[in-house]
């Protein structure tokens, strides 16, 4: 066994002249057999297509998109589904590809794997294109296949995309609707709230605090006439009960005159100056009034109509020469002042009149009180009503405003939708069509040979190393005795003949070495 540790190259050269035949007849047997692999591979054909992915027909200004991806993300998309499963197995079942129909043992997976690997997907996201090429034995089958399968590619986006389109217009119908509803529902809302609370809303304060200030001043009003009245009712009490005093004390003096001289006098006060004493008070108070109040307010247009009574009642007496009293002639033809009850009962009309006027104006004054609480109450709840009717009034103008937002996305998404089914929105466009192959693209026999020379010149190499490694021949007397540890004693003489070199050796008469 030869040691390669401390060969020089003298030595490898030797030996590789003393096994070149090992190496030749490797080198020609691989070499052959790889160039007759090469040869008899079958031609392999590429037909390719060319497929520009466009913007819509429209410009983006007048009609928005119903997709809006981006150039790359596009391209990404279709590429996976030029080689997706489903356009494949199609492609398959359509070309009957791989014994499609006609093998057996014929497999799905294994076919679509095949078609798959003989498929090429190339994109430019620059340029906006795909190509799609197909390698098949068969150049019209190659130039089909890529056809049909930019076909199938064209109407699955443009199928895909129409989709898209009609699954968002009707997403946006159905949210559109219930919004509708919803918005419905807040105004009704709205509105019953603005019912419940009528006269404390907010847009009603300035109205509610006029009418405040109003029935304040009213109340006032009331409570100084009310006062008024009770005041003369007072005086003309006083005076009743004064004169209630008068005239017992003028029937005493009568009864006592009368039973002296025998005479009796008759007194009476005349009705038309009782007139005139309540005509007199009532156009004081109304001159009082008016300096306070205008023509409209309510007790001066009430004492208007009184003074207006009194001055009827006063045009039925006719004027009287004297000036308070009228005489009349008693027993015995003697005259002196007679005592009547007529300005008595004057007062007592007065005071009857006096009582309904408190009576009214007490009435009047509750109803005032009450009127005031309803608008304080008002007041004092506006806060809270408006607290409530701002997160009302919030909610239904969010909700009338994502009405309108869905509004005009309706729109859009309708106008996009006819858009992907027009015609004239042609994103996919077939500017290249694959072509029938002339020359097949694959294999190059030559490169096949070249590489199968290449390979069995290694492997003849190999196998002069292998030969020689395996050789159990000592080559010489320093592997001898390096090898066996021993002197050399003797060596045999190279014995020439013919120009050749002959050695004896284990057995053998001679072995050839090498030539002269």
């Given at each position: ?422 015609d004239r929105n042609e994103v996919f466009k077939i500017i290249d069509p694959a072509y029938l192959p002339e020359k097949p693209v694959r294999p190059n026999r030559r490169q096949i040979a ?67």
């Amino acid at each position: 066994m030869i040691d390669f540790t401390n060969l020089r190259i003298e030595d490898y050269l030797a030996m590789l002249w003393k096994r070149k035949w090992y190496g030749i007849w490797t080198a020609v047997i691989v070499t052959g057999v790889v160039t007759f692999y090469a040869w008899r591979l079958p031609h392999i054909y590429r037909s390719e297509t060319t497929i520009l992915v466009q913007a819509q027909g429209i410009a983006e200004g007048y009609v928005k998109p119903a997709n809006s991806d981006r150039m790359v993300d596009r391209l990404t998309g279709v590429s996976l589904e030029v080689q997706s499963r489903s356009l494949l197995e199609r492609a398959i079942k359509d070309f009957n590809l791989y014994g499609y129909g006609t093998l057996s043992n014929f497999s799905m997976d294994t076919a679509v794997t095949a078609l798959r690997d003989n498929l090429e997907v190339k994109t430019n996201a620059d340029a906006g294109t795909i190509r799609i090429a197909f390698f098949s034995p068969q150049p019209p089958l190659s130039r089909d296949v890529t056809n049909r399968l930019a076909q199938y590619m064209i109407s699955s986006q443009t199928s895909s995309r129409e989709e898209v389109a009609v699954n968002t217009d009707q997403f946006i119908d159905d949210q559109l609707h219930q919004t509708e509803k919803d918005l419905a529902a807040q105004e009704d809302k709205l509105k019953t709230f603005k019912m419940q609370h009528l006269g404390a809303l907010p847009e009603q304060n300035a109205a509610n605090l006029t009418a405040l200030n109003g029935l304040h001043s009213q109340l006032i009003s009331n409570e100084s006439a009310s006062q008024r009245a009770e005041d003369q009712q007072s005086i003309l009490e006083q005076r009743l009960q004064d004169q209630k005093r008068l005239d017992l004390l003028s029937q005493d003096m009568m009864t006592k005159m009368g039973d002296k001289s025998g005479s009796r006098v008759v007194s009476r006060t005349s009705p038309r100056k009782t007139l005139l004493t309540q005509l007199e008070t009532k156009q004081s108070q109304l001159a009082d009034l008016t300096s306070k109040y205008t023509d409209k307010f309510p007790d001066v247009v009430r004492l208007r109509q009184e003074i207006q009574d009194l001055e009827l009642q006063l045009s039925k007496y006719p004027p009287e020469n004297s000036d308070d009293s009228l005489t009349s002639q008693g027993v015995g033809g003697s005259t002196s002042p007679a005592v009547g009850n007529n300005d008595g009962s004057a007062i007592r009309v007065q005071i009857a009149t006096l009582k309904r006027e408190i009576a009214a104006r007490t009435k009047e004054h509750d109803d005032i009180l009450k009127q005031i609480q309803i608008y304080q109450a008002r007041l004092n709840l506006s806060p809270r009503v408006e607290q409530e009717l701002f997160s009302i009034t919030r909610s239904y103008e969010s909700l009338r405003e994502h009405y309108k937002s869905l509004q005009d996305k309706k729109f859009n998404a309708r106008v996009g939708a006819n858009l992907e089914k027009s015609d004239r929105n042609e994103v996919f466009k077939i500017i290249d069509p694959a072509y029938l192959p002339e020359k097949p693209v694959r294999p190059n026999r030559r490169q096949i040979a070249l590489l199968g020379l290449l390979a069995g010149i290694g492997m003849g190499l190999g196998m002069v190393i292998a030969v020689e490694y395996f050789d159990p021949a000592l080559g010489g007397e320093e592997m001898a005795a390096s090898h066996l540890g021993l002197p050399v004693l003797i060596c045999f003489p190279e014995v020439r003949a013919g120009g050749k070199v002959f050695v004896r050796s284990r057995g053998r008469e001679a072995r050839l070495l090498k030539h002269g």
